[in-house]
């Protein structure tokens, strides 16, 4: 069965530093988007993306966050400078067309990520 | 403010002892109510998608229905697999991709 595949699965990495979380989604999806779930917490959204641009960030994807999708099978999150309240795990999802039509929004198993 | 809420927090069952989930949600305009199972460590993993009152959808032991206030997930004579914590979640289509998930109810079945 398809699914998606992030990587790493842990990162460890200093306050300051830049991480690179990586994400290949399933293969005739065209829709991608982050998630992250800080431990205890709810799971929240971070950002949706379409068509090589983003549709939507919510009000944590500040300026430190971007995503890119650099090639035709990767999708990736970028921390520029990581703070310690960036300790989470992050997700990403994709769906084939819009999930609120279809009903089906995949996620991966998540990159857990730990800032000292 | 468009919000969701869970209950119970945590739920112990014994093998073979069905219950229900209850989902609360407050949204302006609701285009989706959404079931995930989350295993420790892993990411949710998609159960039923509801999206009118009075709609109700199965798969195995599961069963989810929808009213305009509240979603439940009936469980039928759970197993110990089935032990998870089953999230809720909505899209009402104010931000574009936007799931807002309730925290979850742990669920544990004992044998």
């Known amino acids: 069965e398809p699914e998606v595949t992030q990587t790493p699965s842990h990162q460890v990495t200093q306050m300051g530093q830049e991480v690179i979380l990586r994400c290949v989604p399933i293969?005739?999806?065209?829709?991608f988007y982050w998630y992250r779930q800080i431990l205890g917490q709810k799971v929240e959204f971070l950002v949706s993306?379409?068509?090589?641009?983003?549709?939507?960030k919510s009000e944590i994807f500040d300026d430190q966050f971007s995503v890119e999708r650099p090639d035709g099978s990767n999708f990736t999150l970028k921390i520029r400078s990581t703070k310690l309240e960036d300790s989470a795990m992050y997700f990403c999802?994709?769906?084939?067309?819009?999930?609120?039509?279809?009903?089906?929004?995949?996620f991966g198993e998540g990159s857990r990520l730990t800032v000292l | 403010e468009d919000q969701v809420t869970q209950s119970p927090e945590a739920l112990r069952l014994q093998e073979g002892e069905s219950s229900s989930l209850n989902c609360s949600y407050t949204?302006?305009?609701?285009?989706?109510l959404f079931w995930y199972r989350q295993d420790p460590g892993k990411g949710p993993e998609f159960l039923f998608t509801l999206y009118s009152a009075g709609e109700e959808k199965e798969k195995e032991r599961l069963k989810a229905t929808l009213t305009k206030k509240e979603s439940f997930l009936h469980i039928t004579a759970p197993k110990p697999e089935d032990s998870a914590t089953y999230l809720c979640?909505?899209?009402?289509?104010?931000?574009?991709?936007?799931?807002?998930f309730g925290q979850g109810t742990i669920l544990t079945v004992h044998p």
């Open positions: 949204v302006s305009g609701l285009r989706g």
């Open positions: 993306f379409y068509n090589n641009e983003i549709s939507e």
């Open positions: 999802a994709s769906s084939e067309v819009t999930f609120w039509d279809t009903g089906e929004l995949f």
């Open positions: 293969s005739n999806h065209l829709y």
């Open positions: 979640a909505f899209y009402s289509g104010t931000s574009y991709g936007k799931l807002t």
